[in-house]
């Protein structure tokens, strides 16, 4: 072979990889099973990975199981569509309703880092009117806490990510990112041109969890597309990349391959650790003084249920019922234009343009809440499966217009639907590899929610066709996956307070997407990560409460910016002085 | 692999202009001579490795009988067809969707209207031959592909005319994008079908430079269009909605958007 243009590739890594340049060294501390560690925190993804870290480098003793693999970047993730299904939780679970949702890697991740190994990356702040929709438009619930008591962490974990963005976000809570933006791609250049000549305000180059400049140990983008295939330059943010290092370095413990069964109870009415199966399916018992769920929206309901026992029949921390429900999608329609000049897609980041014109609730329009555009990219079997549904195309008809496949431009609609309690995730009678019941996911389509997307999806063409586009068609699908334990103030109607921490169990969190009583129209990758060191804060400030007693302390803990990752924050970002 | 017949082939495309065959060709497509692989020293290796296999290693046919795979192969020509590709150039899909189902590996979901995918197989095998038996009183290998083109339609228009103790059982628009995704996630997946619509394919560590405009990188090559038509009448050079009305279905939900 020749010697490359760039350089000498392909030389086995002798450490374990987190990119190209940054790399751990490996074993780990590893706890004794009969040691009683502080905190176990079950799933290592957006959230679990900030927790991990948080607890590590404030002190306590922390282990998080992780049903998949801890990736070495180099080795194990690759820049093919075809060859990255092991990034995404392919286990069996059963999907109905009247609109069932699709899985896998729709919207759930495995192995460390979880869904931000293979998330797009967009991070939107929630508006502040997200967080008191009942009070406002009578619909969905409203938080049990307001923007402002999470605004901290927005603007903390925007600089740990970091977040590329434009110079100022108009919209909800009008703000700046402190790093700069991305140039635009082909999509991107759609949307903007398409806005523009409609009058809709727009912005471009992020907000996106991508590096436009090189950080640390982490490379900036390189433009090549494949952020959903996980990012093997280190750009876009992982907590496998970002958080990880640390939590490790810090002396926390990462059991990989390591499925949690269930957490196990004492007769006190507290969890007193979790079972667990290691890789070879042997079954171990790791005793903790709390325990964490950070499984997601499908498998923290799961796990929740499948932990029933005597005292909790119905499954831990479910006294109200609502463990599963009010599980949540966003409608995420695909929107495909036709030009006849060519656009490329496959370059640069799916995600790198946005509006959220169309965000707020319109009393004109006849519904509540509303919906952003994005720019998305899909590669060539995404984008052949897209126009099996958009066009019907097959035979023929797939042949040809997948040889167009460099003239067409994708846009995603990105719409909020309403939390229902008949939307829930419950136990299915098939067993996975380890006898442990599946989980079944049901999803129904309500009025308000058919309405808002059909809205969004008209208004989206609309920009496709003023941006140029000869041919304008359409997919509906969802996106993401939020709800399922969710919070609030009232025990009877929801699973864990403002904090994570359950109702019914008081030395029991839930930290995820599943956490959240409605979703808003913004990506929910910035508010899961922004909870996570939310919930880490309280789990630090009132630890000795929270390992010994029932008491449930509401102050709000003070933010420890302190106890962030050292060296993904604070360099050259000019305004951390006044935050 | 099992020795498999592969039915005739009779189909042609046409030049539209004079209306003469357009023979066979190694690399159909807009873009004259542009070749992924001729860029893999610039891939990692991991990347390679997997894309080189993929080439390299065509699997077995392990789950499939050799009936089922016969059929398998008759189907798949017509869902996603290779006529225009000469024989050295035909990218395999059976042995890899049948890999995907010996192994037992899923998406991660199933739906709650079908079975498990290797039954869902079994069973829409069955169902296509009832079909061409009932609209041609012959197998499905044995009609013209025109022909069997009107028999998968009916998949396509979730109108099937016969095997409805098969379609009570499974939902019938969900078979037929399970086959479509199937077949595409083959067929896309692989090098020669980059070279034909223009895709970059591996692009780490190098990336790209040329973000706007659809410009080429210098590797690239810009697009050369060619008109081309069907010999004959053949239903899917047409674009109609699965069941006529896509409105209604949640789509496969792949990972490549959003």
């Known amino acids: 072979m020749k010697t490359p243009l760039l350089g000498e590739f392909g030389s086995p890594p002798a450490r374990h990889m987190l990119g190209p340049i940054q790399h751990i060294d490996v074993p780990m501390k590893r706890y004794a099973e009969t040691e009683e560690v502080d905190f176990c925190i079950v799933g290592i993804g957006s959230a679990g990975g900030v927790l991990l870290q948080r607890l590590a480098r404030a002190g306590f003793q922390v282990v998080g199981f992780e049903a998949g693999p ?7 993730w690759v820049s ?7 990034l995404y939780w392919e286990d069996l679970r059963i999907t109905g309703g009247s609109d069932p949702l699709a899985l896998g890697a729709n919207n759930s991740g495995k192995g460390v880092g979880g869904g931000s190994v293979h998330w797009a990356a967009f991070t939107p702040r929630l508006h502040p009117s997200d967080f008191r929709i009942h009070s406002e438009d009578g619909v969905g619930v409203d938080w049990p806490m307001t923007y402002e008591e999470l605004k901290p962490y927005y603007e903390q974990l925007e600089l740990e990510m970091p977040v590329s963005g434009p110079a100022y976000f108009p919209w909800g809570d009008p703000h700046g990112y402190a790093y700069g933006p991305h140039p635009l791609g082909g999509v991107g250049d759609v949307l903007v041109k398409g806005c523009t000549r409609l009058g809709i305000r727009v912005v471009a180059g992020g907000p996106v969890a991508i590096l436009a400049g090189s950080h640390g140990d982490r490379q900036h983008c390189i433009y090549r597309g494949f952020c959903l295939q996980a990012c093997k330059v280190g750009a876009k943010a992982s907590t496998l990349i970002t958080h990880v290092p640390d939590a490790l370095r810090n002396g926390a413990e990462i059991r990989d391959n390591c499925m949690v069964s269930r957490v196990n109870m004492n007769k006190e009415g507290r969890t007193c650790g979790v079972s667990y199966f290691d890789r070879h399916g042997v079954e171990h018992v790791q005793k903790a003084k709390v325990v964490i769920v950070s499984g997601y929206a499908i498998e923290t309901p799961r796990l929740l249920l499948n932990s029933a026992c005597p005292g909790f029949e119905n499954g831990l921390a479910n006294s ?12 995420g329609n695909v929107i495909l234009g036709r030009f006849d000049q060519l656009v490329r897609m496959y370059k640069a980041p799916p995600a790198h343009a946005l509006t959220e014109e169309f965000y707020e609730t319109d009393p004109k329009r006849g519904f509540a809440r509303g919906f952003a ?5 899909p590669l060539p079997i995404a984008f052949a499966k897209q126009m099996m549904v958009a066009k019907g195309a097959w035979g023929w008809g797939m042949r040809r217009v997948m040889m167009d496949y460099n003239h067409w431009a994708a846009l995603g609609l990105l719409g909020e639907i309403l939390p229902w309690p008949d939307n829930r995730v419950q136990l299915a009678a098939e067993k996975d590899r380890f006898g442990i019941p599946v989980a079944k996911v049901t999803f129904n389509l309500h ?4 309405v808002l997307a059909n809205y969004g999806k008209n208004k989206v063409m609309e920009v496709m066709r003023a941006a140029g586009a000869e ?3 359409q997919e509906s699908r969802y996106a993401h996956l939020v709800g399922a334990a969710r919070m609030g103030a009232d025990p009877r109607t929801s ?3 403002k904090y994570g921490r359950t109702h019914d169990i008081p030395n029991l969190f839930v930290c995820d997407g599943s956490v959240m009583p409605t979703q808003g129209s913004a990506n929910p990758g910035l508010t899961i990560q922004a909870l996570a060191a939310r919930t880490a804060d309280y789990l630090i400030a009132y630890s000795r409460e929270i390992f010994t007693s029932k008491k449930r302390p509401m102050e709000p803990p003070p933010i420890r910016r302190h106890l962030a990752p050292p060296e993904t924050w604070g360099k050259g970002v000019p305004r951390i002085a006044n935050l | 692999m099992a020795a498999v017949e592969t039915t005739q082939r009779k189909v042609v495309l046409i030049d539209p202009a ?3 065959p357009i023979p066979p060709r190694a690399h159909p497509g807009y873009y004259p001579g542009y070749r992924t692989l001729a860029q893999q020293e610039y891939w990692d290796e991991a990347t390679r490795k997997v894309v080189l296999n993929r080439i390299r290693r065509v699997p077995d046919i392990r789950f499939f009988s050799a009936d089922e795979a016969r059929l398998m192969y008759a189907i798949c020509n017509r869902i996603l067809p290779q006529d225009d590709r000469d024989e050295e150039h035909r990218v395999p899909i059976v042995p890899f969707i049948d890999k995907r189902l010996f192994d037992g590996r899923i998406d991660g979901y199933r739906f709650q209207s079908m079975p498990p995918d290797r039954q869902a197989y079994n069973l829409g095998l069955k169902g296509i031959d009832e079909i061409a038996n009932h609209l041609y009183t012959s197998r499905f290998l044995d009609i013209g592909e025109a022909e069997q083109e009107i028999v998968l339609k009916t998949l396509h228009d979730a109108k099937p005319p016969a095997g409805q103790e098969i379609w009570d059982g499974m939902s019938v628009h969900r078979f037929w994008m399970l086959l479509v995704q199937d077949c595409v996630e083959v067929y896309y997946a692989h090098p020669w079908a980059w070279d034909e619509i223009g895709y970059g394919g591996p692009a780490y560590p190098r990336g790209y430079m040329r973000l706007e405009g659809g410009q080429p990188e210098p590797w690239e090559v810009e697009e050369k269009r060619y008109e081309w038509q069907v010999s004959g009448e053949f239903v899917s050079d047409n674009y109609e909605f699965i069941a006529g009305e896509a409105e209604h279905f949640g789509s496969p939900g792949q990972g490549g958007t959003h």
Request: aromatic share 6%.
């Open chain 1, 495 to 497: 699973v864990v307070d």
């Open chain 1, 471 to 473: 041919e304008v068609v």
């Open chain 1, 447 to 450: 009025d308000d929610d058919k």
């Open chain 2, 18 to 20: 004079t209306g003469k």
């Open chain 1, 320 to 331: 109200s019922d609502t463990v599963g429900r009010y599980l949540m999608a966003q409608a």
């Open chain 1, 373 to 377: 555009i994005q720019t998305v990219g």
């Open chain 1, 80 to 86: 093919d569509e075809s060859g990255s299904h092991n």
């Open chain 1, 70 to 76: 801890f990736w070495d970047t180099e080795r194990d």
